[in-house]
């Protein structure tokens, strides 16, 4: 990465993390926040200290996925740039990603019992890149149909 793009990325993770430090604050929420950049996408983790449970109500998948766009929101407000990051609260990504790989394994066995395709539900097009990692490691194919809010994986023999 060029030291012009390493300055935009961490402006972005400065940004985004600041916004969401501020929303702890306001929430009256400890957290640890972690930068990291991970295929230039920064990626923003937020930790509960030792023995708190506190950030567990934030780590809903629908929470987490409104927050981020709520500091991707902020980022662009300030920078003028679409953000293309990720927020990850108290596992939050670890635990969906293993919603993903049991749906992927529910689709494959609908394929294995005769099934010509097996449609996922709509999901964000991060999700739907760890789907179609997924369902390439198992020698399956898939592919991304619908538009908007009804994005959805379609899995189906190679």
Do not use: C, W
């Amino acid at each position: 990465m060029s030291d012009e793009a390493n300055a935009v990325a961490q402006d972005e993770a400065d940004i985004a993390a600041d916004y969401i430090e501020g929303l702890l604050d306001i929430a009256d929420l400890d957290g640890d926040i972690d930068i990291d950049d991970r295929g230039n996408r920064v990626v923003i983790t937020v930790t509960a200290p030792e023995g708190s449970d506190g950030l567990r109500v934030l780590g809903k998948p629908e929470t987490v996925s409104a927050l981020q766009e709520l500091a991707r929101l902020a980022v662009q407000a300030r920078t003028g740039e679409f953000s293309r990051l990720i927020l990850d609260i108290a596992g939050s990504r670890d635990a969906r990603a293993g919603e993903l790989a049991s749906l992927v394994e529910a689709a494959i066995a609908r394929l294995e019992g005769g099934a010509t395709s097996a449609a996922l539900p709509p999901m964000s097009s991060y999700e739907r890149k760890i789907v179609h990692d997924l369902v390439a490691e198992r020698g399956y194919v898939s592919e991304s149909e619908g538009e908007g809010k009804d994005r959805h994986t379609v899995v189906r023999r190679g």
